[in-house]
């Protein structure tokens, strides 16, 4: 019927696109190269991903800081955003009573829809988590 068993369906390389002629036939790479250069590539990229991540949060940071050196506890959205902060980005978030209280390492803050208000730096963070780090080792 035209059909040869023996007849392999050659696989292509993921990084450069050229046929694999030999191996396995579930190889994916034509070479160590090959292999090496297209994790490397993942590896980077996942590394871009995080660093933009932080310098967002890090940034956001920065503009908190800025209000409570001015002396203020809140401020809009839409001023912030003019700013660059990015309200989607916090390092933690809880829900408590009526209220979704975020955190941008050690400051703290309600935010609504509109605006962002009982802004404060969280007091001896640095010791909470020295007394937490010491009960784990126990």
């Known amino acids: 019927m035209g059909y040869d068993k023996n007849i392999?369906?050659?696989?292509?390389?993921?990084e450069c696109g050229n046929r694999i002629r030999y191996?396995?036939?579930?190889k994916k790479f034509c070479?160590?190269?090959c292999r090496t250069k297209h994790h490397n590539d993942l590896?980077?990229?996942?590394?871009?991903?995080r660093n933009k991540v932080i310098a967002i949060i890090n940034r956001n940071y920065e503009i908190l800081d800025g209000i409570l050196r001015m002396g203020m506890d809140s401020a809009d959205l839409v001023d912030l955003s003019a700013l660059g902060f990015a309200p989607g980005?916090?390092?933690s978030y809880r829900h408590i009573g009526k209220h979704d209280v975020f955190t941008c390492y050690?400051?703290?803050?309600?935010?609504?829809?509109?605006r962002i208000y009982s802004i404060v730096k969280?007091?001896?963070l640095s010791v909470n988590l020295q007394i937490k780090?010491?009960?784990k080792d126990q």
């Open 8 to 14: 392999r369906k050659m696989p292509v390389c993921l």
């Open 23 to 26: 191996g396995r036939t579930d």
């Open 31 to 33: 070479c160590e190269d």
């Open 43 to 49: 590896a980077r990229a996942g590394r871009s991903f």
């Open 89 to 91: 980005m916090v390092t």
């Open 106 to 114: 050690d400051i703290k803050y309600i935010m609504t829809k509109t």
């Open 122 to 124: 969280i007091n001896n």
């Open 133 to 135: 780090t010491e009960m």
